[in-house]
């Protein structure tokens, strides 16, 4: 996670943990894609503030002026590897238009071919307007997972997956979930009673991705240092949503994508 408790205040371990974690995958061969939110709170950081703006041209004004402070901090914890950042900056429009978005496409794959460049995503919040945004970071990560081709979709929250509430109050954790419209299902029909941690937004953005044929998993945070093992399948601390097919590959270097809330 990029912030702390409030929500404004960055978390520079978490940042650190997350290079750390990406340099790893790098070394094993993996190319790696972040779609990172945090430009509000980087902004707001700035000048002290602990409360979010209450205005849309407020919250737009203080992402540009965070953009570059986030930048600056992914760039100081990933170059302790020599990587370095690429930033591309997203609105719906983007998306929506196969032309632009075949000059997006362009662009990332330009980047993935550095092999030191680990491209970093954001939506544009300083120019979209609200009814053109998307609906959270967890959406736009699936998007560019299906605009890339991306074999696997790794979505952080601060808990440890999808969570079910069994009938003494207490949660357990599903570590694989086999139909989807189940899952949504509950959640739908009672809020927080199956999963906590904005769930409901995450499995909308689970469902675009496995309907792209990518695998996508959601884990916590806070374990970071766990992200390769949890890719090679031996971290079992996160829920698995296996697609019902696969794409077809030409090259078996797709990058692994890993938003970051």
Same mark, same amino acid.
């Given at each position: 996670?990029?912030?702390?408790?409030?929500?404004v205040i960055? *978390?520079?371990p978490?940042?650190?943990e997350i290079a750390?974690?990406v340099?790893?995958?790098?070394?094993f @061969?993996?190319? $790696?894609i972040?779609?990172?939110?945090g430009?509000v709170g980087?902004?707001?950081t700035?000048?002290?503030?602990k #409360?979010?703006p209450?205005t849309?041209?407020k919250?737009?004004?203080?992402? @540009?002026?965070?953009?570059?402070?986030l930048?600056?901090i992914?760039?100081? !914890?990933?170059?302790?590897?020599?990587?370095?950042?690429?930033?591309?900056?997203?609105?719906?429009?983007?998306?929506?238009s196969?032309?632009r978005r #075949?000059r997006v496409l362009? /662009?990332? *794959?330009?980047?993935?071919?550095?092999?030191?460049?680990v491209?970093?995503i954001? #939506?544009?919040d /300083?120019?979209?307007p =609200?009814?053109?945004?998307f609906?959270?970071?967890?959406i736009v990560?699936a998007n560019?997972?299906?605009?890339c081709g991306?074999?696997?979709?790794?979505?952080? /929250?601060?808990?440890d997956?999808l969570?079910?509430?069994?009938?003494n109050?207490?949660?357990k954790?599903i570590r694989? $979930?086999?139909?989807?419209d189940d899952?949504?299902?509950?959640?739908? =029909?009672?809020k927080?009673a199956i999963?906590?941690?904005?769930?409901?937004?995450?499995? =909308?953005?689970?469902?675009?991705?496995l309907? !792209?044929?990518?695998e996508?998993?959601i884990a916590?945070?806070?374990?970071a240092s766990q992200? +390769?093992?949890?890719i090679?399948?031996?971290?079992?601390?996160?829920?698995r949503? +296996?697609?019902?097919?696969?794409? =077809?590959? /030409? *090259?078996g270097?797709?990058?692994?994508?890993i938003p970051l809330?």
């Amino acid at each position: 996670m990029l912030t702390g408790d409030n929500n404004v205040i960055l *978390d520079e371990p978490a940042f650190l943990e997350i290079a750390r974690a990406v340099s790893q995958l790098k070394s094993f @061969g993996y190319k $790696v894609i972040l779609v990172s939110s945090g430009a509000v709170g980087a902004g707001l950081t700035e000048f002290g503030i602990k #409360e979010r703006p209450d205005t849309i041209a407020k919250t737009q004004a203080f992402a @540009g002026i965070g953009q570059a402070k986030l930048l600056s901090i992914y760039r100081k !914890h990933l170059s302790v590897w020599d990587l370095h950042v690429g930033q591309i900056l997203l609105t719906y429009s983007d998306l929506k238009s196969n032309k632009r978005r #075949e000059r997006v496409l362009r /662009t990332l *794959d330009a980047m993935l071919d550095m092999e030191n460049v680990v491209p970093i995503i954001n #939506e544009n919040d /300083t120019v979209a307007p =609200e009814h053109e945004k998307f609906d959270g970071n967890d959406i736009v990560a699936a998007n560019v997972a299906a605009l890339c081709g991306a074999r696997q979709l790794l979505m952080l /929250t601060s808990v440890d997956g999808l969570l079910a509430r069994n009938e003494n109050g207490s949660q357990k954790l599903i570590r694989e $979930v086999a139909d989807l419209d189940d899952a949504m299902s509950l959640v739908e =029909e009672s809020k927080g009673a199956i999963s906590v941690g904005g769930m409901q937004s995450k499995l =909308e953005a689970v469902q675009f991705a496995l309907a !792209h044929g990518v695998e996508t998993f959601i884990a916590n945070g806070k374990y970071a240092s766990q992200i +390769p093992a949890l890719i090679a399948g031996d971290y079992k601390k996160r829920t698995r949503f +296996p697609p019902d097919f696969e794409p =077809e590959f /030409t *090259d078996g270097d797709e990058p692994e994508i890993i938003p970051l809330g």
